[in-house]
Nanobody
Framework: QVQLVESGGGLVQAGGSLRLSCTASGGTFSTRAMGWFRQAPGKEREFVAANSGSGGSTDYADSVKGRFTISRDYAKNTNYLQMNSLKPEDTAVYYC???????????????????WGQGTQVTVSS
């Protein structure tokens, strides 16, 4: 059973930066695509970014392209989301997600991720 633990959320002013971390345990990190999703109050969960099992492929929502960067540290079994130039509309609970073993390719659909973290709050003040 894969477990995902997120950290790094918090309160930041517009224009600031945060780095989210997602540490995985209980599975083979390199065989799974992983992603970040977010959910703002009253809105549906939406795709933010994902990377392939090898880390060689990445995808981003249009709203975060050029500002957010997803990356992996295989030695630490950790996936990161570096968020720069944050905007108030980035305020949401951010969730880390993992596909099942063997599914190394990216998906932007939340239904195709089998494991989820508990979520971490990111609040951007104007």
């Amino acid at each position: 059973q894969v477990q995902l633990v997120e950290s790094g959320g918090g309160l930041v002013q517009a224009g600031g930066s945060l780095r989210l971390s997602c540490t995985a345990s209980g599975g083979t990190f390199s065989t799974r695509a992983m992603g970040w999703f977010r959910q703002a109050p009253g809105k549906e969960r939406e795709f933010v970014a994902a990377n392939s099992g090898s880390g060689g492929s990445t995808d981003y929502a249009d709203s975060v392209k050029g500002r957010f960067t997803i990356s992996r540290d295989y030695a630490k079994n950790t996936n990161y989301l570096q968020m720069n130039s944050l905007k108030p509309e980035d305020t949401a609970v951010y969730y880390c997600a993992s596909r099942r073993a063997g599914y190394t390719w990216i998906s932007v659909r939340s239904a195709e991720y089998d494991y989820w973290g508990q979520g971490t709050q990111v609040t951007v003040s104007s």
